[in-house]
């Protein structure tokens, strides 16, 4: 599937606290198996997402760096937690905390990625907005779009090693 360019419109999209949007993934992270939430609140119809990237819902707002973090964990067989903005189909935004871990097989190997994402609370979306923010602005500053996803990695990685704390720990005290 081709993704087609959507510009951000500054609208938030309805997502409503007790709702959760879950998502299955393979290891290339295409998407095998999304609920009816997720539907709704991206915009997709199923057949439009099933196979299709994850990143089909990125928005331009979140910095590559964070889900460099959250690759390199899952990958490793650990879970994280992390705040997302994602893009709906029509260009509006919705906040997810999210629960991502990887699912195995029966001889202990990672076969696959599971997501469960529930509507954060606005003082922690104002924390790693501003985060995200500062994080971005370094990607984008270098012309290689690698050098600027290094820079910023290794600033989160600092700020981490500064509060003495992993991200999980640091995403849990936002």
């Not at 500054?10 to 606290?17: L, Q, V, W």
């Not at 299709?52 to 331009?60: D, E, G, K, L, M």
């Not at 509507?119 to 907005?129: E, G, I, M, N, T």
């Amino acid at each position: 599937m081709a993704k087609v360019k959507v510009t951000p419109t500054g609208r938030e999209a309805p997502f409503h606290d007790g709702e959760l949007i879950v998502s299955k993934t393979d290891l290339k992270g295409r998407i095998t198996y999304c609920n009816d939430v997720f539907l709704r609140v991206a915009g997709f119809q199923e057949q439009e997402l099933i196979g299709a990237p994850h990143s089909i819902i990125r928005h331009p707002d979140m910095p590559r760096s964070v889900f460099k973090l959250l690759w390199d964990t899952i990958g490793a067989g650990n879970e994280i937690f992390a705040y997302v903005i994602n893009m709906a189909r029509n260009g509006d935004h919705y906040w997810v905390f999210a629960h991502v871990t990887p699912s195995y097989d029966s001889s202990g190997r990672i076969v696959s990625y599971h997501s469960n994402r529930r509507k954060p609370r606005a003082d922690a979306v104002a924390a790693a907005s501003g985060l995200y923010k500062q994080l971005k602005a370094i990607e984008d500053a270098p012309s290689n779009r690698k050098d600027g996803m290094q820079a910023a990695t290794e600033e989160l990685l600092s700020i981490l090693a500064k509060k003495e704390i992993g991200y999980d720990r640091f995403v849990l005290s936002l």
